[in-house]
């Protein structure tokens, strides 16, 4: 529900604030002051096109805010929240800026968000008629849609069901499809995945073992000076000459005796001593390992090399092949496999497959007829009951039909095509709505349609824009009169001429023009006690002032308030 609204430099308003809250606001006001300029301004807070000219003449912007009631826990919380903004306290503020250049800009929930996400809000905050376009029900997915609504938990559970029947067969034909479709490619796949992975085990790759053989290869390959330097070593550290020359073993160990020997006349070299004993372990320790590795150094290391390049290049052209890593083409030998049997099993799974699609298109068949069943059941009880409305409204004669007609194939939403089409008079053919009647006449057919929907709408507020042209007298009252039965659902703000519709409003609204030189300012008051009976009186005489005027004005909204007005 809209709390309120206020608009800075928007066409001829000024500036002005519009309290609305709930019931029925009725906003009126002399010809040029503005009115429509009201649901323009609305029409920016619901993410509608932006016009530069709309712009107060000698402004560089025009500002446009809004102040709703929503639930927290909501489509409308949970969007402005995925848009970064914030609803707090169940309060959400939306803006709209509009520079004189045509450039737009939004604010939602205290957050600049593309004007995008206040036309995603819009379905579910505001549902607006107006003489220029019919926003609801202009879409044959809209009029579905109000056909589906109006016909309750039944209809919603029979449509639940087919869309479920539905899904299983689509999943299940993509997948046949899919199947014998790619019949050729997916034998050809097959054959190269058992060639892959014939190639693969022949060779039994192991992990990191590439890794490994290059590090074979690097020491293969350089094992003459691995063996000299490592001799060398090995000679210095423990060397079994007969020159006399003394290794390094023999050295630190007479270094070892020579500090030991004096290390009682001075306890530090103990110390030293000992140290020394430690360096000998790890050169004898450092010796023995160069000794053993001498010895495994193979006397026929062109063997050796020779195997381990061959194998290398068994692998290398395994990588090049399935790569781009040993991983990789290890890991083939598993997903290949899987792959492989699924591929080997299509002929297996086409006849489950074909099973399954005639179990779940029948399943769709039959919940599609039942869905048909219960549309048309509601199709026929909303017209009738929109027909009824329709007799009250001046449009004595005029029929909704609503047509639930089969189509060639089954669909998201079922095998029928929905249309809302309007008789304008006995005998006359039905026509789609918007082509049948002005549209004056139009508006009164929406606002029959949402008096009689009104208990299955979850939309908060609803918008007319002068939905009272061309009737007056009874058919006036009738018309507010209805406006007042819906706004005991709903947040109801009506742009109106008739003091008739305007009498029934429980929040009243005058936008007020005052000239002054060639600008000319708007603004809005609301009206209470003397000043509503005044503006009532204007709208039936053209005086404010008159007593007879003024009279009928008190009476007109006695009459309202009282709600006693029987059907015509």
């Known amino acids: 529900m809209i709390e309120d609204i206020s608009i800075r430099d928007l066409g001829v308003i000024g500036q002005a604030s519009l309290p609305l809250g709930p019931g029925f606001t009725a906003v009126t006001g002399e010809t040029g002051a503005g009115k429509t300029m009201v649901v323009s301004a609305l029409g920016l807070l619901l993410g509608q096109r932006a016009d530069g000219g709309s712009v107060r003449s000698g402004s560089t912007q025009a500002v446009v805010d809004g102040r709703w009631s929503v639930p927290d826990d909501g489509p409308v919380s949970e969007r402005v929240r995925d848009a970064g903004g914030d609803v707090d306290d169940g309060e959400l503020f939306l803006s709209r800026i509009v520079s004189s250049e045509g450039r737009s800009r939004a604010v939602v929930g205290g957050r600049s968000a593309p004007v995008g996400v206040l036309a995603d809000l819009a379905d579910h905050l505001v549902v607006v008629h107006g003489q220029s376009e019919q926003i609801r029900l202009k879409s044959a997915t809209a009029q579905r849609a109000a056909v589906d609504a109006h016909g309750g938990p039944a209809l919603a559970s029979a449509a639940t069901a087919y869309r479920r029947a539905y899904d299983a067969w689509l999943t299940a034909q993509a997948e046949l499809d899919e199947i014998t479709n790619d019949r050729d490619a997916r034998v050809a796949e097959a054959t190269r995945l058992r060639a892959a992975i014939d190639e693969i085990e022949a060779v039994a790759p192991q992990p990191g073992e590439d890794v490994e053989l290059d590090a074979t290869a690097e020491r293969l390959s350089n094992a003459e000076d691995l063996r000299l330097a490592a001799g060398l070593a090995h000679e210095v550290l423990s060397s079994d000459a007969l020159d006399g020359s003394r290794d390094v073993i023999t050295l630190v160990e007479e270094a070892r005796r020579q500090v030991e020997r004096v290390s009682q006349h001075d306890p530090e070299l103990q110390s030293i001593a000992d140290l020394l004993a430690d360096v000998g372990a790890q050169v004898a320790e450092s010796s023995t390992r160069l000794s053993s590795y001498l010895g495994s150094l193979d006397a026929d290391v062109s063997r050796e090399l020779e195997l381990v390049q061959t194998r290398r290049a068994d692998l290398s052209s395994l990588v090049r092949k399935y790569g781009?890593?040993?991983?990789?083409?290890?890991?083939?030998?598993?997903?290949?496999?899987?792959?492989?049997?699924?591929?080997?099993?299509?002929?297996?799974?086409?006849?489950?497959?074909?099973?399954?699609?005639?179990?779940?298109?029948?399943?769709?068949?039959?919940?599609?007829?039942?869905?048909?069943?219960?549309?048309?059941?509601?199709?026929?009880?909303?017209?009738?009951?929109?027909?009824?409305?329709?007799?009250?409204?001046?449009?004595?004669?005029?029929?909704?039909?609503?047509?639930?007609?089969?189509?060639?194939?089954?669909?998201?939403?079922?095998?029928?095509?929905?249309?809302?089409?309007?008789?304008?008079?006995?005998?006359?053919?039905?026509?789609?709505?918007?082509?049948?009647?002005?549209?004056?006449?139009?508006?009164?057919?929406?606002?029959?349609?949402?008096?009689?929907?009104?208990?299955?709408?979850?939309?908060?507020?609803?918008?007319?824009?002068?939905?009272?042209?061309?009737?007056?007298?009874?058919?006036?009252?009738?018309?507010?009169?209805?406006?007042?039965?819906?706004?005991?659902?709903?947040?109801?703000?009506?742009?109106?001429?008739?003091?008739?519709?305007?009498?029934?409003?429980?929040?009243?609204?005058?936008?007020?023009?005052?000239?002054?030189?060639?600008?000319?300012?708007?603004?809005?008051?609301?009206?209470?006690?003397?000043?509503?009976?005044?503006?009532?009186?204007?709208?039936?005489?053209?005086?404010?002032?008159?007593?007879?005027?003024?009279?009928?004005?008190?009476?007109?909204?006695?009459?309202?308030?009282?709600?006693?007005?029987?059907?015509?």
């Open 324 to 568: 781009p890593t040993l991983d990789d083409t290890i890991a083939l030998l598993d997903d290949g496999s899987r792959r492989l049997v699924e591929l080997d099993g299509d002929d297996d799974r086409v006849a489950q497959l074909t099973e399954e699609v005639v179990l779940h298109q029948g399943e769709a068949l039959a919940a599609a007829d039942v869905l048909s069943e219960r549309r048309r059941a509601s199709g026929a009880d909303l017209a009738s009951r929109v027909t009824s409305e329709l007799a009250a409204l001046a449009m004595g004669g005029a029929e909704l039909v609503v047509e639930v007609e089969p189509r060639d194939e089954l669909g998201s939403s079922g095998a029928d095509r929905v249309e809302l089409l309007l008789r304008p008079h006995s005998g006359s053919e039905p026509r789609p709505l918007g082509k049948g009647a002005s549209g004056g006449e139009l508006s009164r057919v929406m606002l029959a349609i949402e008096v009689v929907m009104a208990a299955s709408s979850d939309v908060p507020t609803f918008v007319f824009d002068e939905v009272d042209a061309g009737v007056g007298g009874s058919a006036a009252i009738e018309i507010g009169r209805r406006l007042a039965m819906l706004a005991e659902r709903a947040q109801v703000i009506v742009v109106t001429h008739l003091a008739q519709v305007a009498a029934f409003a429980t929040n009243h609204l005058r936008v007020v023009k005052d000239a002054s030189g060639a600008v000319t300012a708007s603004s809005v008051q609301q009206l209470h006690g003397d000043e509503r009976v005044a503006e009532m009186a204007r709208l039936l005489s053209g005086l404010p002032d008159s007593e007879s005027g003024l009279e009928h004005a008190r009476e007109l909204l006695e009459m309202a308030a009282s709600r006693t007005v029987t059907r015509s």
